[in-house]
């Protein structure tokens, strides 16, 4: 299994789970991102962190410490 | 009868919710491409058909439910203050998020409008929207607007007209969570707290305490000081625990439902033709993002434009200059010509009038130049991409990405930095930007700045003189990043020790700028504003100096014997009484430094010329000027004690006089030592 931080830029995949807790969970699933959702990344910025995500239409950058906890799967071309 | 109507307008942030204010009200609100620009509330009056509306613009928001300050206003306004109708902003472009909190919103209030916003922008990248199969899969009015363009927002003000359809729209949750609402809705029917029950049940089981702390019956008792509730609670978590969903999960398990529900909609309403994210801004987040080009163009871009400032105010202060050496001369004749006593004339004339003056054709010019270029990089959107590229050296400082933005905003007016400051989520990371926003130099900074770096650092004249100058000045801003940073390091690993609360800053698509509307803005209103302030603490504060510097105790004006006084320290800092003192007069406001300078110098000389550069350079020599001064200054201006007003924003921001008063001592300090170093070497 892989974590969000882990995709390159360019690949596509699947949350299956949200291992955060707390306040950040919430702000994640505010934001669109839950279980079942398809994420983009898009970009990496110039000192590797953050990386810019497209998540349900929007781009969004988030450290790859905060998303180390968010569980992805299934590369989808 | 006229009639009267509030409005509250909620949305993501940076869906144009100010665009629609601002269109629909005529108010003046700052507009800007970017997440979080609206931090307080503003209310604004318009008419239609014998109605008058009064809008609220809230901060921008994902959610209702998350915990920054500046989203819990939104919340807590569209919960406790009636307002007739709730127009919630979605963008086109994005409308799968923004349904999130459009269908959050219609659990409370009954009487929304779902205005599609950047429509224009939505069909560039390939998505139509069905606005009539929203409308009804909702069950709501919607209105698409494209709100640059006013005329599509005749819409929205029709739609405003029309009398309430109450709709009685509901996100069906999963059965187990209907359940457990039935068990605490129907203890509620026999409580009256003025809030929709369904959505009150909700947040009961979510034990949202921040929020039910808030919600009260008449006689102040909360809800969850209430026994049968509290009973009620535990039988529906009780059935939920027996039915697998624990505690710590329902709160999740609701948002998720209403996350799909948004999810499901959007995908019945949206056709895609071109199935991609917005091509032209991807290919510029390569660019301005990548590692080597996304770093030297943001450099380039802060060297341009300086260099823009700096090319261009030149012009634009030698002729206000001239302009006002006739204002004097002609004042003078007037004067005499009244038969004005001497002293009141030289107080008007070489107080008042010249410290004024000075302000205006030295400040104004760099400010008239440098404000439009600064809005225009946060129109199109460029200011979270250089959040996005700073935001490592942030983290490794332990500090929140958003920071990168507030210190952004610090170019422009400290006190709206610091305001800005809202955006950042924990209390730790809000006090850490706060404090070190004023480490950067605001515009009422930058003039004196760009001044002294022409006067002595650059001898060379013309094109090549300003780009060195610009070069300069770009350093100069450099060494204030990496002082906000140093700062930042330190005080998180002692003061303010703790790990950074996580963030996500939203990269919005590039807009096109409205270079008309930027210009009328950052003239009319920053910059007029900015100058305002500093003319009226110009005229006082010429007065005051004028009076320094011509009352006499014994031999000596007061303003010799003060700077006399202020000498000893002074001169350890490589600077001098009158400048010292000059730094403190312009506590008020950091415009009047220079003119302070040069009026204390004068009171001496007694050069009546009209002020330009060259001369002011000769004043400065004649009072023992050399370069290590101007160094030491230009230090000495970036690290000082804020001015008034930012301090005030900072006590009000934090509520603490002691953050205040260590963001005065905190910069000062690094300004002291580092002059006092530089003077010890040099």
Request: proline share 3%; charged share 20%.
């Amino acid at each position: 299994m892989k974590a969000l931080n882990d995709l390159k830029v360019g690949e596509k995949a699947v949350v299956s789970e949200i291992l955060t807790d707390g306040a950040m969970r919430r702000r994640f699933i505010d934001i669109g991102l839950i279980k079942g959702c398809l994420v983009k990344c898009v970009g990496i910025s110039p000192f590797k962190n953050p990386k810019a995500y497209l998540i349900r239409g929007a781009v969004i950058a988030i450290r790859n410490g905060d998303c180390a906890d968010i569980m992805v799967s299934g590369e989808v071309v | 009868m006229e009639l009267k109507k509030t409005i509250a307008l909620m949305g993501n942030p940076n869906v144009g919710k100010s665009t629609v204010f601002n269109a629909l009200t005529g108010m003046k609100q700052h507009t800007g491409n970017w997440a979080g620009k609206t931090v307080e509330t503003a209310t604004g009056y318009f008419k239609s058909n014998s109605t008058t509306y009064e809008m609220t613009d809230l901060p921008g928001t994902y959610s209702l439910f998350t915990h920054s300050a500046e989203e819990s206003v939104a919340r807590d306004f569209l919960c406790f203050e009636n307002s007739d109708k709730t127009v919630v902003v979605c963008s086109a472009s994005c409308l799968e998020r923004s349904l999130i909190l459009a269908l959050q919103c219609m659990e409370i209030k009954n009487d929304i409008i779902i205005c599609v916003n950047l429509l224009d922008e939505a069909e560039r990248m390939g998505y139509k929207i069905d606005l009539e199969k929203l409308s009804e899969i909702l069950n709501v009015r919607v209105v698409g607007t494209v709100a640059r363009n006013k005329k599509s927002l005749s819409n929205l003000i029709k739609n405003l007209n029309y009398k309430d359809t109450k709709s009685d729209f509901k996100i069906e949750y999963p059965k187990i969570i209907e359940n457990a609402i039935k068990i605490i809705e129907t203890t509620l029917e026999n409580f009256d707290f003025n809030i929709n029950k369904r959505f009150l049940s909700l947040r009961i089981l979510e034990q949202n305490r921040s929020f039910l702390e808030k919600v009260k019956l008449q006689n102040g008792k909360s809800v969850m000081e209430i026994s049968e509730i509290k009973a009620s609670l535990s039988e529906a978590l009780d059935y939920l625990k027996k039915e697998g969903l624990y505690e710590n999960r329902i709160s999740d398990f609701i948002a998720s439902a209403v996350v799909k529900m948004a999810e499901i909609t959007a995908s019945e309403v949206i056709s895609k033709t071109k199935s991609q994210y917005s091509k032209r801004t991807e290919t510029a987040d390569k660019i301005l993002t990548h590692k080597f080009s996304g770093f030297g163009i943001m450099l380039l871009g802060l060297c341009l434009v300086f260099w823009i400032t700096i090319y261009g105010a030149n012009y634009l202060s030698n002729g206000l200059s001239f302009l006002f050496s006739y204002i004097e001369k002609f004042l003078e004749s007037f004067f005499d010509f009244i038969k004005l006593p001497n002293l009141i004339k030289d107080i008007i004339i070489d107080g008042a009038f010249k410290v004024t003056s000075w302000v205006v054709s030295v400040m104004l010019p760099p400010m008239a130049i440098f404000f439009p270029l600064f809005t225009f990089l946060e129109d199109i959107g460029y200011l979270p991409r250089i959040a996005y590229n700073l935001d490592e050296p942030f983290n490794r400082c332990k500090s929140c990405g958003k920071q990168a933005l507030t210190m952004c905003m610090g170019f422009g007016c400290n006190a709206a930095g610091v305001t800005g400051c809202r955006i950042i989520d924990s209390k730790r990371d809000r006090i850490l930007a706060i404090i070190t926003n004023s480490l950067v130099p605001c515009n009422g900074r930058f003039p004196a700045i760009i001044a002294i770096i022409s006067m002595f650092l650059v001898t060379l004249g013309g094109f090549f003189g300003s780009l060195l100058e610009a070069f300069i000045l770009t350093l100069v801003i450099m060494l204030s990043v990496a002082f906000t940073l140093i700062s930042t390091k330190i005080l998180s690993a002692t003061l303010f020790k703790g790990t950074p609360s996580a963030f996500t800053l939203e990269m919005p698509p590039y807009r096109k700028p409205q270079i008309l509307k930027i210009l009328v803005r950052s003239l009319l209103d920053r910059t007029a504003f900015v100058l305002g302030r500093a003319v009226t603490v110009a005229v006082p504060a010429g007065i005051i100096i004028w009076l320094f510097a011509n009352v006499k105790i014994g031999d000596l004006s007061l303003l010799a014997h003060i700077s006399a006084f202020l000498d000893p320290v002074a001169s350890l800092l490589g600077l001098d009484g009158v400048i010292l003192l000059a730094f403190i007069l312009g506590l008020p406001a950091n415009e009047i430094v220079i003119p302070i300078i040069i009026m204390g110098y004068l009171s001496a000389s007694s050069l009546t010329d009209l002020p330009s550069l060259n001369i002011m350079k000769d004043i400065f020599i004649q009072n023992g000027w050399t370069i290590k001064t101007a160094i030491n200054f230009i230090i000495f201006c970036l690290f000082h004690w804020p001015c008034s007003t930012t301090l005030m924003t900072i006590k009000k921001e934090t509520g603490s006089l002691k953050l205040a008063v260590f963001s005065a001592l905190l910069p000062t300090l690094i300004g002291v030592l580092l002059c006092f170093f530089i003077n010890l070497i040099f």
